[in-house]
């Protein structure tokens, strides 16, 4: 399905810069900072133990 | 006997769409972005529940899931609700009025719930466990999808269960699934990978197991890949646990192609892949290469069984208003899970936890402890032991 290309590049700036566990905007700001700092933020959970065999 | 295409009527399915499992999660979307881009990616299934750690939601991410809501290729899956659990919860109740609110801001074309109650005290942190297929627990879960349906407006529906006790059990569960939907006109998610884990656990051909399915209630279905894990009480025994870190079986595949044409109603074919496993390049190429050739499998069934004669499809919705009163609970049942749960999270080996069983409230019960294998044991105690702590 076709997505719109603005949101597809929004998608993609706020993976490279690493901004999604927090929820941030993926601005400059962000991205500086993670240059300085190594990376910390926790994965979300994007799934589960759902299955009952997880 | 795997009956295979012979002797079934040519049958029209609706339009069946490649989805894959989506969240706000940067491995996952890593892995997502080049299907986006190639426009393969026709359905997302959203695990709505598995947000409550973020404060809030951003606004690219909620008009992700927008694009595909208002072509109505947005399918949410419930984690937390604990269906079975033999108390009406108040985290239900929150849980219920979030979907509630969810569900207006989003048009879910379904969703979906999981079989079984959550181990553990708190809300967000057990892994879903088996129950004993009575008639209370029948009351139960067909209360609990009631409210379920009550409170998103669409259709909803359950997904068979990876883990079991017992043969029994295995033999009993699609039949079980098929009297708890009834009342709501449910579906029920077939996910594939589950009938892989407990064909292998329990020596079952897989041709038979689906059999014991109620095919015709198949909306969704979901393909993963898991992992084998040693049985310290049955040596040389490997167990196939659903554990969604690895790449999709052959097996698998070849279970998705011969049964999507004894599915007519099927119309989500969900890829499922946990984050932790996505972290690498390779991992998400692979991730990349399963969509891909299951969206092949998916086209071809779709050129192959689409474009012949139309008749009976279900639309999954109630004929009546549902009308739910007090939530129907069972006390009993309620210390047992909470005796159950205790057992598997804390237990140091399978021979503890077998006799704590023996000793407690579910001993002589329906619940049949006398008579679960012993490397399903030890494979619940593993479950619930490595989610008790949540995703912390």
């Known amino acids: 399905m076709k997505i719109p290309k603005t949101l597809l590049q929004t998608i993609v700036i706020a993976v490279a810069a690493g901004s999604i566990a ?7 700001e962000i991205k500086a900072a993670k240059e300085k700092t190594e990376k910390t933020t926790p994965k979300a959970p994007d799934c589960c133990p759902a299955c009952g065999m997880g | 006997m795997w009956h295979g295409l012979n002797g079934i009527d040519p049958i029209i399915m609706p339009r069946l769409y490649s989805t894959i499992a ?7 979307l890593a892995a997502a972005l080049p299907l986006f881009e190639k426009e393969q990616v026709e359905a997302i299934e959203w695990p709505f529940d598995s947000l409550y750690q973020f404060e809030h939601i951003p606004g690219w991410f909620e008009e992700l899931l927008q694009t595909f809501a208002t072509k109505k290729r947005l399918i949410g899956h419930g984690i937390y609700f604990s269906l ?8 239900q109740e929150a849980w219920l009025s979030h979907l509630e609110k969810l569900s207006r801001s989003f048009s879910f074309d379904h969703v979906s719930e999981h079989f079984g109650f959550m181990t553990g005290e708190n809300f967000h942190q057990g892994a879903p466990i088996g129950i004993p297929y009575t008639n209370t627990t029948l009351a139960i879960g067909q209360d609990r999808l009631k409210r379920l349906q009550q409170a998103c407006q669409c259709p909803v529906g359950l997904e068979n269960l990876a883990f079991s006790y017992s043969v029994e059990e295995v033999q009993r569960h699609g039949d079980f699934l098929e009297k708890l939907i009834e009342p709501v006109n449910g579906f029920i998610i077939l996910d594939l990978h589950n009938l892989y884990c407990q064909a292998h656990n329990f020596d079952i051909a897989v041709d038979q197991l689906v059999q014991l399915y109620p095919l015709h209630k198949v909306r969704e279905m979901h393909i993963s890949g898991g992992s084998w894990e040693n049985s310290a009480v049955n040596p040389g025994k490997k167990i196939r646990r659903d554990t969604h870190d690895a790449a999709v079986p052959d097996e698998v ?7 999507i044409p004894l599915c007519p109603n099927v119309k989500f074919v969900v890829l499922e892949q946990l984050s932790h496993a996505l972290g690498s390049n390779d991992e998400r190429k692979q991730f990349q290469e399963d969509f891909e050739k299951m969206n092949r499998i998916i ?21 009546h208003r549902i009308l739910t009163e007090a939530p129907i609970e069972d006390t009993l049942l309620f210390e047992q899970q909470a005796s159950l749960s205790s057992i598997l999270e804390t237990a140091n080996n ?3 936890a077998s006799t704590l069983l023996q000793r407690s409230a579910l001993a002589n019960t329906a619940w049949d402890v006398e008579h679960w294998q012993p490397h399903m044991l030890e ?3 593993a479950i619930a032991q490595k989610w008790k702590n949540g995703f912390a």
Do not use: R
Request: aromatic content about 10%; charged content about 25%.
């Open chain 1, 22 to 28: 927090s929820c941030k905007k993926p601005t400059d």
């Open chain 2, 350 to 352: 399978y021979e503890e």
């Open chain 2, 379 to 381: 494979t619940a105690m």
């Open chain 2, 84 to 91: 079975f659990s033999g108390k009406w919860l108040p985290q």
């Open chain 2, 253 to 259: 595949f070849q279970l998705l192609e011969k049964i």
């Open chain 2, 22 to 28: 989506c969240n706000l999660d940067e491995n996952l």
């Open chain 2, 299 to 319: 086209k071809k069934a779709t050129v192959t069984y689409h474009n012949t004669s139309s008749k009976g499809e279900n639309i999954f919705i109630p004929d």
